[in-house]
């Protein structure tokens, strides 16, 4: 074992003995979901998808993307937000969408191809499906 491996196992189980963390549902031993506990999104099947969806968007990037962002905060935008809206700023037809409760932050660069609606997710979806069904056409 690495000593970053050690250290960051010895700080998990500090952390963990300290504030006595465990599942609500199960009592089986809680951590938290970041890079270096071993837990986080990686391996073949995020290699696979990975690949799959950025070939899925170069082959399409001249044509109408919309992107869209649920329910993801300000803590690390550098995973989700900032490479949909890179990508939106490359693509010359993509469009950025964010639906959030809490905040309502927008890049000035995107303000010509983006929007944030502040509310909750499931009344947004709702009424998105409503539209739709009502054949209603809002821009």
């Not at 073949?44 to 070939?55: A, G, M, V």
């Not at 490479?83 to 969408?97: C, K, V």
């Not at 983006?114 to 509310?119: A, C, Y």
Request: hydrophobic share 35%; net charge neutral; charged share 25%.
């Amino acid at each position: 074992m690495s000593f970053y491996e050690e250290l960051v196992t010895q700080t998990q189980m500090n952390y963990q003995r300290y504030y006595g963390l465990c599942c609500p549902h199960c009592g089986g031993e809680a951590f938290p979901w970041v890079r270096g506990y071993g837990n986080f999104l990686q391996g073949k099947k995020y290699d696979e998808q990975y690949e799959k969806i950025s070939h899925y968007v170069l082959e399409h990037k001249e044509k109408k993307i919309l992107f869209l962002e649920f329910g993801v905060g300000r803590m690390t935008p550098m995973f989700i937000q900032e490479p949909f809206w890179n990508l939106t700023l490359s693509f010359p037809r993509a469009r950025y969408i964010a639906v959030n409760d809490k905040y309502n932050f927008l890049p000035k660069q995107l303000e010509d191809k983006g929007m944030v609606i502040v509310d909750d997710i499931a009344k947004v979806l709702r009424d998105a499906k409503e539209t739709m069904e009502n054949g209603e056409k809002r821009l």
